[in-house]
């Protein structure tokens, strides 16, 4: 039997562990311990990449372009790093990296419908007017979407669905091993 601490080899029946000396009571495991090619395996398989990917996305979208306007030839654009939520959504894309890393998928999740709600907060902002009414046609023609509001949707949803899918591919892991 190996000793489930230092995966040292015991006789079996033995108390003690003869490498360690920890209690081999409950401590057994009659199968020989994970290399570490497996045990990288078994740490690489909790992280949740697709989110990670996704999450640089959403943290790259804050410092591109989000929104320009072009009037009688003059283009002017705005990203969200000019705005007072910039933290904000620097913050919850650096959550998700964190947690995709660690492979927390709900975190994830939650990280992903946060920065999704903002970016509708912020489209609907555009199409609202400071003074309380909602701008004429041509003002709303001339405000484009720009890569950094594609790209916070892209990762927002992609956070989302990485997370999902981490879920059900963890429960599917945790069946296979129950038999």
Do not use: H
């Not at 230092?6 to 033995?14: F, L, P, S």
């Not at 000396?21 to 045990?39: D, F, I, Q, R, S």
């Not at 894309?93 to 927390?104: C, D, N, P």
């Not at 007017?129 to 992609?158: C, H, M």
């Amino acid at each position: 039997m190996y000793c489930q601490s230092c995966g040292k080899e015991n006789a079996d029946g033995a108390s003690f562990c003869n490498g360690c000396g920890k209690p081999l009571g409950g401590n057994v495991n009659n199968a020989a311990p994970l290399n570490t090619t497996e045990k990288k395996k078994l740490v690489d398989s909790k992280r949740n990449y697709y989110g990670l990917f996704a999450g640089i996305a959403a943290l790259l979208s804050v410092f591109l372009p989000f929104v320009s306007a072009n009037f009688l030839g003059a283009k002017v654009s705005r990203s969200i790093i000019d705005s007072g939520d910039a933290i904000i959504y620097i913050a919850l894309a650096a959550i998700a990296i964190v947690f995709a890393l660690l492979g927390k998928n709900i975190i994830i999740i939650i990280s992903g419908f946060l920065l999704l709600i903002m970016l509708a907060i912020e489209n609907s902002a555009l199409a609202n007017d400071p003074n309380g009414g909602t701008w004429d046609e041509l003002a709303k023609a001339l405000i484009q979407r720009e890569i950094g509001f594609y790209l916070l949707l892209i990762g927002s949803v992609g956070l989302i669905v990485s997370g999902i899918v981490g879920i059900v591919v963890k429960r599917k892991e945790k069946k296979k091993l129950r038999g």
